[in-house]
């Protein structure tokens, strides 16, 4: 290369390829910067006093600050002469980019850069938005000045286009435009004037019947419909004045339009006076009027933002608060897709907030009526809903909630919220649950009754106090999360990639947000377990338990839930699944002591290899004791009589010692390998049906089991009192000949009274010889 004035002209070419570009990230100081891989070729020619640069360039999966390229290639030149750069040219290709929350499929951006610029942009972005824009104009020192000649967007059916070229000027802290207007047909954008971020500011946008789908489709509305409306920036940037009227006719997506919002703002340096009202299409209305003390800047100490709020002194909070019996089903299209279904109820509100941000003074009442919504993460209705209160003083007193689920359970609660500081209330609220469903989920089924009290502040609130569960049922294992419609999965980074490309990076930031509402609570609950309340677990071994005991229930804000205490299996009252067959639970304990995968079992389930025997012989007696974690459980095998692992294995699975195994010697009575195959088929599908025909016929116990009596036997039960338990068994026959065996093939019957915990009367008929005992059980 030519390094001075007549040295003639030569030509450098430098290539790279790069794998790791964390190294020149941290040279250049960022750690935001991420890529799969790049590839550079640079070529300079020409004499010293007159070079040329061209590049050519490739990088597949960039990122940076949170924004995404799948793969971008760049070709373009560059002039130097003796007074510096002369002129830059060039073109940029992205293929699968996401810059924030919007999603690129493609783009093309080609320019120059001398005394004069000229740029074109081309781009499809999702959802089948197209972009194609031209910009032309100069540069002088510091400043740009330019025409935006051509800007023309297509989306959901409709193309946008100037109205005529519009002037552009881009200077430090300026930016200004002049008589810019974009059109389709009756929809219309219009933006005039100077943003100036160090001095006076004078900028008008007007907006006329947008429809919100684009921009909730770009990520910027949370919500559907039409926004019209009409905004002026005036005065110097430290305290700049905004004024204009804004009206939405709300529309869910794939909906009609439920209402509408309509506000008028005068913000100002005194503080920001609103006068906003929602409208429901059936009818009522929600009207809040007054002054916040918040002062707008354009020129924030955090440096970062382009413009900040400011909380202004002095007794200027003046809120007038009027809701004349308006709809909630209005507010079903503000939340997020999932948050609450079919929203129902009427508000009735009259109440003025006085005084200042931290000591704020209210006056009036609220009052809701017929508030229903389903919660589809919890599977839960609740309906009949009731809120009376009144606002006095610093404080608003809650006189009555009450809230109904589908099954009668009621939870209702009193008490105070106090108002100082507005932005950060004190809680201290006492709730009572009677039968309460709290969740009817895929994952998770339960009632609950007791005592609990709501205090802390709204930023940190506290849960105390003690509750009883009813009927429970918690499921875990893959077959739960079939059930939920989810499957467990480990993202690669390639997954998290295309995730990104789709939806935007953000998607992956807002996977790790925290803390959730949940996150926030301070927990001290005593949790009791009377019965009822079964484990159930879905994966091989399968286990059905029922426990009792009391647990403690703790968290810190931000913390982990932590369960601490011990509960015990139900004698009789569980099972555990091995190779097919159901083991019945016969001791153990259950040790929770902080998170929730750090809870051990140590429990005893016992088979009985049934027999054609004796019906009062007992026969073979299989234990199996399991030990551990729910997700790593050691499982050891005895029996009585003692015999070995293979005989007991060929017991569980045949009924027959391992010498007598059809499945491993092909000779031989008993059952043949399709047998065993479909039973152990039945005890899957009795699994199966088993929780929903429980939950539709109030029972406890539904299963179908191998009895070597009466063969295929289906039992269904369930606690008739607090202290009885009936259950009935009916042989299933298949064939005239499948079912032989020395008993009768009508039903039968079992009856047991809990005298104590470790008594019970046991009364058995049917198809089974009477019996009359007492079962009991004594711990050491």
């Known amino acids: 290369v030519a390094l001075r004035e007549g040295a003639g002209a030569d030509t450098l070419r430098l290539g790279a390829r790069l794998t790791d570009i964390a190294p020149l990230a941290a040279l250049a100081g960022t750690d935001s910067l991420t890529m799969d891989s790049a590839r550079v070729r640079l070529t300079v020619t020409g004499p010293a006093q007159l070079?040329?640069?061209?590049?050519?360039?490739?990088?597949?999966?960039?990122?940076?600050?949170?924004?995404?390229?799948?793969?971008?290639?760049?070709?373009?030149?560059?002039?130097?002469?003796?007074?510096?750069l002369a002129g830059v040219g060039g073109d940029l290709r992205v293929d699968g980019a996401a810059l924030g929350t919007i999603a690129v499929r493609e783009a093309r951006i080609a320019g120059r850069f001398d005394s004069l610029i000229a740029l074109q942009v081309n781009a499809l972005l999702r959802d089948g938005i197209a972009l194609d824009a031209a910009l032309r104009g100069t540069a002088s020192g510091d400043t740009i000045s330019g025409t935006l000649e051509r800007l023309n967007l297509a989306e959901g059916g409709r193309k946008w286009s100037l109205e005529r070229p519009a002037a552009l000027a881009l200077r430090p802290r300026q930016v200004e435009v002049g008589d810019f207007g974009l059109r389709s047909g009756e929809h219309r954008i219009t933006l005039d004037g100077l943003l100036d971020r160090g001095g006076e500011s004078d900028l008008a946008l007007e907006i006329r019947r947008l429809d919100l789908d684009l921009?909730?489709?770009l990520g910027f509305a949370p919500v559907g419909g039409i926004l019209d409306g009409n905004l002026r920036l005036t005065g110097p940037a430290e305290t700049p004045s905004l004024q204009g009227k804004v009206s939405a006719a709300i529309r869910p997506e794939g909906g009609s339009e439920v209402g509408r919002i309509n506000s008028a703002l005068d913000w100002t340096a005194a503080g920001l006076r609103i006068d906003a009202a929602a409208a429901h299409e059936s009818g009522g209305r929600l009207t809040i009027a007054g002054t916040l003390p918040l002062r707008l800047t354009l020129a924030p100490q955090d440096t970062s933002s382009p413009v900040g709020v400011i909380r202004q002194a002095g007794d200027t909070l003046g809120l007038v608060v009027r809701a004349d019996s308006f709809d909630l089903a209005f507010a079903q299209a503000l939340l997020p897709a999932g948050t609450a279904e079919e929203l129902e109820g009427t508000v009735a509100a009259n109440g003025r907030v006085s005084g200042t941000m931290e000591r704020p003074q209210v006056d009036g009442t609220v009052r809701l009526t017929g508030f229903g919504a389903t919660l589809p993460t919890l599977g839960v209705r609740y309906q009949e809903g009731e809120l009376a209160g009144r606002l006095t003083g610093d404080r608003f007193e809650l006189e009555r909630f009450r809230l109904v689920t589908d099954n009668d359970g009621e939870l209702t609660a009193r008490g105070n919220v106090g108002l100082a500081p507005l932005d950060d209330p004190r809680l201290d609220i006492a709730v009572e649950l009677r039968e309460f469903r709290v969740a009817?989920?895929?994952?998770?089924?339960?009632?609950?009754?007791?005592?609990?009290?709501?205090?802390?502040?709204?930023?940190?609130?506290?849960?105390?106090?003690?509750?009883?569960?009813?009927?429970?049922?918690?499921?875990?294992?893959?077959?739960t999360a079939a059930a939920a419609g989810v499957e467990e999965v480990e993202l690669t980074p390639e997954d998290l990639q295309q995730l990104a490309r789709e939806f935007g990076p953000s998607v992956l930031e807002r996977a790790d947000e925290g803390p959730g509402v949940v996150d926030r609570f301070r927990l001290d609950l005593d949790v009791g377990l009377p019965r009822r309340v079964w484990?159930?677990?879905?994966?091989?071994?399968?286990?059905?338990?029922e426990i009792a005991g009391r647990m403690q229930v703790k968290q810190e804000p931000g913390q982990p839930m932590q369960f601490f205490g011990k509960v015990s299996p139900l004698p009789g009252r569980g099972s555990l699944e091995l190779y097919g067959r159901n083991f019945r639970m016969v001791d153990g304990d259950i040790t929770l002591a902080g998170p929730a995968d750090a809870t051990t079992l140590d429990v005893?389930?016992?088979?009985?290899?049934?027999?054609?025997?004796?019906?009062?012989?007992?026969?073979?007696?299989?234990?199996?004791?399991?030990?551990?974690?729910?997700?790593?459980?050691?499982?050891?095998?005895?029996?009585?009589?003692?015999?070995?692992?293979?005989?007991?294995?060929?017991?569980?699975?045949?009924?027959?010692?391992?010498?007598?195994?059809?499945?491993?010697?092909?000779?031989g009575g008993g059952e043949s390998a399709t047998e065993v195959g479909a039973e152990i088929a039945l005890t899957r599908l009795s699994e199966s049906v088993s929780g929903a025909a429980g939950e539709a016929l109030g029972l406890d116990v539904f299963q179908i089991r191998q009895d070597g009596l009466r063969g295929l036997t289906l039992t269904a039960g369930r606690y008739v009192a607090s202290r009885v338990f009936l259950s009935l068994q009916q042989p299933i026959q298949l064939s005239s000949d499948a079912q032989q065996g020395s008993g009768s093939l009508g039903p039968g019957f079992e009856l047991e009274y809990t005298v104590r915990r470790w008594l019970r009367a046991n009364l058995r008929g049917g198809n089974v010889p009477p019996r009359f005992l007492f079962r009991g059980r004594y711990a050491f």
């Open 440 to 479: 009817r989920s895929p994952t998770l089924r339960t009632i609950a009754s007791g005592k609990l009290r709501l205090s802390g502040t709204a930023a940190t609130p506290e849960l105390t106090g003690s509750l009883t569960l009813g009927r429970t049922d918690v499921y875990t294992g893959t077959e």
């Open 51 to 84: 070079r040329r640069i061209r590049i050519e360039g490739e990088a597949r999966r960039l990122l940076y600050a949170g924004n995404q390229v799948e793969r971008l290639t760049l070709t373009g030149a560059a002039g130097l002469d003796s007074t510096g």
């Open 604 to 667: 005893t389930v016992q088979y009985q290899v049934p027999t054609q025997a004796d019906p009062g012989d007992d026969g073979i007696l299989i234990d199996v004791a399991a030990a551990g974690r729910p997700d790593s459980l050691e499982l050891t095998f005895t029996s009585q009589p003692t015999m070995s692992q293979d005989d007991i294995i060929s017991y569980i699975i045949t009924g027959r010692p391992s010498s007598e195994n059809p499945l491993a010697g092909g000779a």
């Open 535 to 545: 484990f159930r677990r879905r994966e091989t071994p399968k286990m059905d338990i």
């Open 215 to 217: 921009l909730r489709r």
